[in-house]
């Protein structure tokens, strides 16, 4: 029965061409997509079992192609496509809308006072860092103490900021300036050891070549423009809509209703832009050989001297 389904399907690859932004858009409406927060642990392990036979050469017996491909999305939006590893749950890119629509819903309601600001940052910037950490290239571990490091400048550093921008920036767009400055700061903060060691880089073939420290520069970059990205529409157009919500007699008389219609408004904003904005860059990221640290590149030459681009997974 096995035989029913062609075992030369390349799962190890999105079902969509990368190199479109079109394809890279619709590889990740399935991967954030918030029903997968909702899967159970034994959905993800029998998609992590399917994937996994597969891989190897085996497929479940009566299993469709169309099956196949949802194993393999489920898998993806719950493991570390790197270490394997079940991602914790808030910190999945499946979690993202119902996440950041409840923070941010929040940020834009509560931005009036210090304390305020203070609170929703601090809190936002505690979730991003879960999410940072969570979605990091390569499959290196950071010990205790270095992820503590991490935390605590990053947040501190994304908190200053937002109340330093409180000062000078036109108080509904605080939360957007803040956020934005922020995760220049939160992102290579949580991945400061690929900064400092290197990810891992690969040939065409995912034939590891070694570790680099300009691939992960790259990286991170990308993600900072992409997690900036996500959050100008679901930041800059609430506070739009909803200061010309408050001049209506009907807010003006249930003015209880100014959250709910906030983290409404977020929400429908990042179910596009969360999967529009991570397909910015393919996630599996590339660069010349000679754009790597000249030791690396000496290395490459002599054990893979065909290889002129080398790729990276770059996360999230």
Not at 56 to 83: C, I, N
Not at 134 to 156: C, E, I, K
């Amino acid at each position: 029965m096995s035989g029913e389904l062609s075992l030369n399907i390349n799962i190890k690859e999105p079902r969509w061409d990368q190199g479109t932004f079109m394809g890279r858009a619709k590889h990740f409406f399935m991967v954030t997509d918030p029903r997968n927060v909702l899967l159970s642990a034994e959905t993800l392990e029998e998609a992590r079992v399917i994937v996994e036979d597969y891989r190897a050469g085996s497929a479940k017996p009566g299993l469709t192609e169309d099956e196949l491909w949802r194993a393999k999305y489920v898998y993806d939006s719950a493991f570390h496509p790197d270490t394997g590893e079940k991602m914790v749950v808030v910190g999945r890119m499946s979690a993202q809308v119902p996440m950041n629509m409840s923070i941010t819903g929040c940020m834009l309601t509560f931005y009036r006072t210090t304390p305020a600001v203070v609170f929703w940052q601090w809190v936002n910037q505690s979730f991003n860092a879960v999410v940072n950490y969570t979605n990091r290239s390569g499959d290196a571990p950071m010990t205790v103490n270095q992820l503590g490091v991490a935390y605590v400048s990053a947040t501190t550093g994304a908190v200053v900021t937002a109340l330093g921008l409180n000062l000078f920036v036109y108080f509904r767009f605080v939360p957007f300036a803040a956020v934005a400055a922020a995760n220049c700061i939160n992102i290579p903060f949580m991945r400061q050891r690929e900064l400092k060691y290197g990810i891992p880089v690969t040939d065409e073939n995912d034939n590891r070549l070694g570790e680099s420290p300009n691939a992960a520069k790259q990286a991170i970059m990308q993600v900072v423009v992409s997690r900036i990205g996500m959050a100008v529409p679901a930041m800059a157009i609430p506070p739009v809509i909803m200061n010309a919500l408050e001049k209506r007699a009907f807010m003006k008389r249930f003015p209880i209703l100014n959250a709910p219609v906030q983290v409404g408004l977020v929400g429908l904003c990042l179910v596009f832009a969360t999967p529009l904005c991570c397909a910015l860059f393919p996630q599996k990221s590339s660069m010349s050989v000679s754009g790597l640290e000249a030791e690396l590149q000496e290395t490459i030459r002599k054990t893979s001297p065909n290889t002129t681009t080398v790729y990276f997974n770059k996360g999230l």
